[in-house]
């Protein structure tokens, strides 16, 4: 439970951290929260050669709402978003799918960049986002471009982001639809079994860890659309997938929980 | 002066809050990690990565290259440090029983994943953890025995091919009963036959262990620090295994962040820094780590447990036989064979049976030794019986808490000569049962489960009962000898009055997180009618308190607070004795009640304690031959265990959908006897509760196919929060017990014994109509829901 040796820069703004990042090529990992690697870092599953620390960054922690979008700064902590009255009016989802992740210690340390570049399927928020159709803002040494979330998600702990880039926002559209989120699991603390986020009256739907990706549950979303009910709906939430069998569940159950827990998202939601 | 009259029991039974807490929560408190010694050596174990295989060569020239890292040793290297010493086993249950040589870190052969094969020696633990993880060890990988089937399977791979099976030990009790257990299996109206599982739990107290050995340069004296509940059998111990003489060896248990019985040990890391150190003339320490933790500290339960109750048409117990067996792992630790057989005399539970036999075979796994974990045998005892009970229950067609009702011993028939031949002290079994059905609103809530039920829904509740009987206060030394334990169950005390009247407890018994120092200084200060603040305890240092038996088994209150309270007594009858000699009065005239000396009827003739304690103390004018000072020393070995009992009921809502259970309430009716201080009874209680309640619902230790342990930590092994915790609501019932002045009985494991079974009842209740009649622990959502999907004829 002791990590290996490694350095430790402190990054003063986002372009010195990506100049860390240019620097140091793939021994660096940006530490932001810190929650998701430092744990990767004492079971030695991570040995960075350099940590780049942004998280004293405090100019990209902020909640702006202008028109129908919601900025959120990478650096704004979970905690940040749970508590954002603000957030709660413009985007309920995503306010309440925050305080579920974790436990109060780690909300108040994760960050909204950190959970989204870890790209871990099984996290909360990344499927969040997506389910919302959010935009990712990504900068690296040729300046910024913008990502959708539902392309930014490419692999298991892996996306689209470069070694030297670091997302400094996320931009999510305004939702006033029906919402909710499912969050199945076995301790308060610990990560989904499955969860399923529903956004926009039952048209963004989102499934976490069904696969080696937060993903968008398209099947599902389109019979929504074409006017099927919850439980229509919510039967096709598993199809094609083919999800991960760990200690708490093995695939066929995982497909079950799925088509369950969709089905009550939706009826949440408003779909009836 | 004037004398307030005080109850004789100001203290006791009071919610006195922790003397122990500030020194915790400012962290003051000081943990073994926290000691500070510089240019000690740190020591860095690799472990094992394989089940079983033999070691063909260790490199540890990429450790040596790291800066910081000293030295890399294998056993054989380490072998004359230890000569033919090897780690104890105390508890050789029977005369046949089968001990493998246990050595500190293992030579030629490792025999489970954790097993030390080599150690690292570096300046600092940084460099220890990196040594560690850099040494290459090239196993031969061999077939490994993983689970308790296949250690008694036909051509099962032996663990020890020199022991020539893997086969521990068979013990039995009432055996010569089998023909009359025949007898009323043939004539019952219904038999009830069951299988259980107890799943290997890793106890997880927050703090890991760790251990230092600090050499005293001139004397050749030792000093070992140690994360443990035993330092007084520790220290016998580490000195038969290393041939150092007791009286130059010091065992010392700074503050200890919890045990659960998993430090009720002699573990490899003590042996290992206590030669090294005597070796080096230095300072040598070991911090365990969290994930190393689960592979290297004993773990809890392993059993497979076979139960069978023969009764009458209305469901009266005739008859009850118990086959198991017993995962010892790859070695026997210090009390590894015996903890099934404290299990052994309860498998009939709270209920008057004519017939009973106990058999258990223990066998050797390629895993982590068993041990003592709270409870010790007897969790997996009451589990068995309650389980099986509900099942009797749903075979004769009455309620869980009539088939108890109906075999309970009654209350006018104790003491209680039980079976196999225990004397249970005392108890009203019915009346606690009547109290939790009616605190937990029973009625209510089956009619609730009905409506249910009736209306479809997928939240079923369930409602489970436990009723249990432990014993506890370990032990009488002559009992413990017709078990074949190696210690007797004796506890020591002194008490001392300094000459402001201030007073030292030493105690035997060392605590690790249960409040002694607390509770010693309420019953010291009820006797002497001091401020408990005035009272100091010392404790948990070898060469403070030289004599005790340590903590485990419920022991402490029943066997070390009685030696606290006799010692207190005796320094009593020393001070009367000067009392009356300063009062010119006859002893026997004297009363003493809240710290004063009075003659009867002459209430102006009176001395305080204080002024006796400074005339012992200037011994000007003492008694003809009395010695000065108030002092006196008790050393208690109990007559009897003591057994406490209760009924616990838990009620938890099921989501057929998805399997998942969640406790939505939880009743508990404890007798622990009298309760010195209920504040701390229910934090026993509570956390208790929690713990059986994990084994029911989330912590499995569990080894893939390859003897790989995969829940090595906290993510994965699946201790609840205080979020999973229910709703308690205790009360409890007192039945003073009469083996000890005080009445009191223990509660330290009352909780852990008494919640799995409940859980596990309650999720069967809620599902039985399903056709669920069983239910493995942990009721993970996955395994309840397949329990229902077969049931209900489905694909699982």
Redesign the interface.
């Known amino acids: ?2 990590p ?2 490694f350095d430790y820069k402190v990054a003063e703004s986002a372009e010195h951290a990506i100049s860390l990042l240019a620097e140091h090529g793939d021994e660096a990992k940006l530490l932001a929260g810190g929650h998701s690697l430092i ?1 990767m870092m004492r ?2 599953l991570a040995a960075p050669g350099v940590l780049v620390d942004v998280g004293r960054l405090d100019d990209l922690r902020y909640i702006r709402r202008s028109n129908g979008t919601v900025a959120i700064g990478a650096l704004t902590r979970h905690s940040d978003l749970e508590h954002s009255a603000e957030l709660a009016q413009a985007c309920p989802m995503l306010s309440s799918v925050a305080a579920l992740v974790g ?1 109060p210690a780690v909300r108040h340390r994760g960050t909204l960049g950190g959970t989204i570049a870890h790209a871990d399927p099984a996290s909360d928020l990344p499927a969040a986002v997506l389910a919302l159709g959010a935009t990712i803002v990504a900068r690296g040494p040729g300046g910024s471009r913008e990502i959708a979330a539902t392309n930014f998600f490419t692999g298991y702990f892996e996306s689209v982001l470069a070694d030297d880039e670091m997302i400094t926002e996320i931009r999510v559209p305004a939702d006033d639809g029906g919402w909710n989120y499912q969050k ?1 699991n ?5 990560w989904a ?1 499955v969860g399923v986020a529903v956004a926009s009256g039952g048209t963004g739907v989102s499934l976490v860890n069904m696969g080696s990706t937060p993903m968008r549950a398209s099947a599902v979303e389109a019979a929504v659309y074409s006017g099927a009910s919850a439980a229509e709906a919510a039967a096709v939430a598993a199809e094609g997938l083919a999800p991960p069998t760990d ?4 695939s066929d ?1 995982r497909s ?2 799925a088509r ?2 969709t089905r009550r998202a939706l009826n949440a939601a408003g779909v009836s | 002066m004037t004398v307030t009259e005080s109850a004789p029991a100001a203290h006791v039974g009071s919610r006195r809050l922790r003397k122990e807490d500030p020194a915790l929560l400012t962290g003051e408190a000081k943990f073994i990690d926290d000691l500070d010694l510089p240019g000690a050596v740190w020591v860095g174990v690799v472990r094992s990565t394989e089940a079983h295989a033999r070691i063909v060569n260790i490199d540890g020239s990429a450790a040596l290259a790291i800066d910081g890292v000293n030295e890399v040793l294998t056993g054989e290297d380490l072998a004359p440090l230890w000569g033919e010493g090897a780690l104890p086993c105390a508890w050789p249950v029977t005369s046949d029983m089968k001990t493998p040589t246990h050595l500190p870190v293992a030579r030629g052969t490792a025999k489970y994943v954790g097993d030390a094969v080599a150690v690292v020696l570096a300046d600092s633990r940084y460099a220890a953890a990196d040594g560690a993880a850099a040494v290459v060890v090239d196993y031969e990988p061999l077939d490994a025995v993983v689970e308790i089937a296949d250690a008694v399977a036909d051509g099962a791979p032996l663990v020890h091919p020199d022991l020539e099976t893997n086969e521990c030990y068979t013990w039995g009790l009432w055996g010569d009963n089998a023909a009359a257990v025949d007898a009323a299996f043939a004539s019952a109206d219904h038999v009830v036959t069951e299988q259980y599982l107890q799943q290997r739990l890793i106890p997880a107290p927050m703090e890991p262990r760790g251990c230092a050995a600090v050499p005293s340069p001139a004397g050749g004296e030792l000093t070992l620090y140690s994360a443990t509940q035993i330092p007084h059998i520790l220290k016998v111990m580490t000195s038969v295994v290393l041939g150092i003489g007791e009286n130059k060896l010091r065992v010392v248990a700074p503050s200890v962040g919890g045990g659960f019985g998993c430090k009720l040990n002699v573990y490899a890391e003590e042996i290992l820094c206590c030669a090294l150190a005597q070796q080096r003339g230095a300072p040598v320490r070991w911090t365990e780590g969290r994930a190393e933790a689960a592979v290297s500290t004993i773990q809890g339960r392993g059993q497979v447990q076979h139960i069978e109750l023969a009764a009458d048409a209305e469901g009266r117990l005739q008859a009850v036989r118990v086959k198991l067996l017993a995962d010892m792992g790859a070695y026997l630790q210090l009390v590894t064979p015996g903890v099934p057989l404290l299990g052994g005399f309860l498998y009939h539970g709270c209920y008057h049976i004519p017939n009973y036999i106990f058999e258990c075979k223990a066998v050797f796994t390629n895993r982590v030794p068993t041990d003592a974990y709270r409870g010790a045998g007897r969790p997996e005892a009451t589990y068995a019986i309650e389980r099986a009970m509900d099942s009797l229950a749903a075979a004769v067609g009455v309620a869980p808490e009539e088939i108890r009702s109906r075999n309970f011993i009654k209350a006018e028939d104790f003491p209680y000569e039980s079976p196999p031949g225990l004397v249970f002290d005392s108890g009203d079994y019915h009346a606690v049962l009547d109290k939790a059905v009616s605190l937990a609103n029973v009625a209510g809530r089956r009619a609730q489960a009905a409506q249910r039920r009736a209306a479809g829904s997928t939240k079923r509740i369930g409602v489970g009962f436990s009723s249990y009987v432990e014993m506890c206060g370990l032990a009488p030394s002559r009992v413990l000898a017709s078990l074949a334990y190696g210690a007797g169950g004796w506890e020591a005390a002194t008490v001392r009055i300094s000459p402001t009247c201030k007073v030292q407890v030493v105690t035997g018994s060392t605590p690790h997180g249960q409040g002694h120092e607390t509770c010693w200084s309420m019953i010291v200060a009820d006797k002497l009618g001091v401020d408990p603040d005035d009272v100091e305890v010392l404790h948990s240092d070898t060469a403070v308190s030289p004599t005790g038996l340590d903590t485990y088994g419920s022991r402490s209150l029943s066997v070390g607070g009685t030696a606290v309270f006799m010692a207190a007594d005796k320094v009593i009858d020393k001070a009367r004795a000067i009392a009356a000699h300063q009062l010119e009065a006859n002893e026997d005239d004297l009363e003493f009640s809240g710290g004063v000396f009075r003659v009867r009827g002459t209430p102006e003739a009176e001395v305080p304690l204080a002024g006796v304690a400074f005339a012992a103390f200037t011994a000007h004018d003492l008694p003809e031959g009395m010695e000065p000072n108030l002092e006196a020393h008790v050393t208690y070995d109990p007559p009897n265990f003591t057994f406490p009992n209760g009924t616990h009921i838990a009620v938890v809502e099921v989501d057929t959908e998805t399997g998942n259970v969640e406790l939505i309430d939880y009743v508990a009716v404890d007798d622990c006897g009298v309760q010195i201080n209920p504040l701390i009874v229910e934090g026993q209680v509570h956390g208790g509760i929690l713990q059986g309640a994990a084994q029911a619902l989330y912590e499995d230790a569990v080894y893939n196919s390859d003897g790989q342990l995969v829940t090595a930590n906290l993510a994965d092994y699946l201790v609840p929060s205080a979020v999973e915790a229910p709703r308690y609501r205790l009360e409890s019932h007192v039945s003073p017990s009469p083996t000890n002045p005080m009445g009191v009985k223990g509660v330290g494991e009352a909780g852990t014994i008494a919640s799995a079974p409940a859980v596990m009842n309650a999720v069967v209740d809620a599902l039985r109509d399903l056709g669920v009649n069983n239910v493995e622990m942990p009721a993970s959502p996955q395994t309840v829901w397949k329990a229902i999907s077969s049931a209900q004829g489905g694909a699982s």
Do not use: E, S, W
């Open positions: 439970m002791i290996a040796a744990p079971f030695r436990d199945f076995r301790r308060a603390q610990d079994i200690l708490n569940a093995d159950y079950h929980l369950v827990l």
